[in-house]
């Protein structure tokens, strides 16, 4: 499967419906390496991906979330901002949210472009996720990334703002 950067861009989607298709190891280890060759601030790479494919621990890390659907998915994958090896700027900015962010975007392109589906999950308890992983107390959990092949139905269409809505030239 192989398309240009800006196709893969628009064929990328939020995918909340999963097949049971197992997903393959190489298939996982690939966009794993795709976020970890990411840019982030001085090169720190702050990052820590938690790969469940456990049903109990995906059931575990579920009751941190609101939504049955992510139950579906066969893999859900943790992304985690460790504080200790982020940058932070002079006026105390720590750039782990950034950071992760680069990361997760590189992971979700490139399932997609596997031909995988995902979806970037915000809204879930990060104290009891954070429980439920036993993380360290400067590790955090960030995102939330079901995993697997998009099961059946339609792509919803993408609302997106006008480029004139979001982009002011000189100012």
Known sequence: MSSSFFDLVAQRYSVRTFSQEPVEKDKILQIL???????????YQPWRFIV?????L???ICQAYRGEWL???PVIIVACADHEQSWKRRDGKDHCDVDIAIAVDHLI???????????WVCAFDAERLHAI???????????L???GYPGEGPVPMKK???LEEIVSWNR
């Open 33 to 43: 390496e795709a976020a970890r060759l990411a840019p982030s601030a001085v090169n």
């Open 133 to 143: 992983l036993d993380l360290p107390e400067h590790v955090e959990p960030i995102v």
């Open 52 to 56: 469940a494919t456990d049903e109990d």
């Open 71 to 73: 139950r579906n998915a």
């Open 109 to 119: 392109l490139a399932a997609t472009e596997l031909g995988l589906g995902t979806c």
């Open 58 to 60: 995906k059931a575990e």
């Open 160 to 162: 997106r703002k006008a």
């Open 145 to 147: 990334i079901p995993l």
